[in-house]
């Protein structure tokens, strides 16, 4: 089943059993878009899902972002560290892992990630936007998982972190990679339409002499 992605919904209720809460974003046109629902307990997730949050308790970060498959269908199952970008203090780094260390859509900290002994360079992908303005500075996917899903589901879970966070809005500025370009071409229409023109070209992030074995799929958009 498929949503109407011109018009998302939420659906909030309290977790059972503890001060915490959960927000779901649901395609559809039952309400209209942005409108907030209180659904009473036990709550169920509507048919056309998107996103599920979970949060231990108002004013904190949220430890679980669930994406469904009608929002990115065939990704793989992903989970996330948020942290601080290391030199720009109004910056976060959103960094996917797609290992059976922890479940998918679990949301951890640096000092969470820490405990698990995994190197920083397994992951997967990386998302990093200024908190105070919403601008996009990087998206980046690992050049074997590529044209996977992996972005657009790392970009669904920014977007809910932000909207439970209160943080900006995120946007995106004209300067992409011809693979940036194409991914935003492929977006729904509701998001693409706020995605301004590109005005320059970056370079693509993996450098020629690190994509040795990498399928050109993975490094170039198809022909048109």
Not at 72 to 96: C, F, I, K, M
Not at 144 to 152: L, P, Q, T
Not at 155 to 168: E, H, L, P, S, Y
Not at 199 to 211: D, F, G, I, K, V
Request: contains cysteine; negative net charge.
């Amino acid at each position: 089943m498929t949503g109407d992605l011109s018009r998302i919904w939420y659906a909030h209720h309290q977790s059972p059993g503890d001060p915490g809460y959960v927000v779901v974003g649901v395609a559809g046109g039952e309400f209209a878009d942005g409108t907030v629902v209180e659904l009473p307990l036990p709550a169920r997730r509507p048919a056309t899902w998107l996103a599920e949050v979970h949060v231990a308790a108002a004013g904190l970060v949220p430890h679980r972002v669930v994406v469904s498959d009608i929002a990115t269908p065939g990704a793989p199952a992903l989970w996330h560290v948020l942290l601080p970008a290391a030199d720009r203090p109004s910056e976060v780094d959103l960094v996917a892992f797609s290992t059976a260390d922890r479940a998918d859509g679990d949301l951890l900290s640096a000092a969470q990630f820490e405990t698990l002994g995994i190197d920083w360079g397994n992951q997967v992908g990386a998302m990093r936007w200024d908190t105070a303005s919403g601008l996009v500075r990087q998206l980046y996917v690992a050049p074997e998982v590529r044209r996977r899903g992996v972005a657009s589901k790392t970009g669904f879970a920014a977007v809910c972190i932000v909207r439970v966070q209160g943080w900006a809005p995120l946007r995106a500025d004209g300067v992409r990679t011809d693979l940036g370009e194409a991914w935003v071409r492929g977006l729904p229409h509701r998001w693409r339409s706020d995605v301004p023109e590109r005005t320059s070209t970056a370079p693509p992030m993996t450098p020629p002499a690190e994509a040795t074995g990498v399928p050109e799929r993975n490094l170039h958009p198809d022909p048109a």
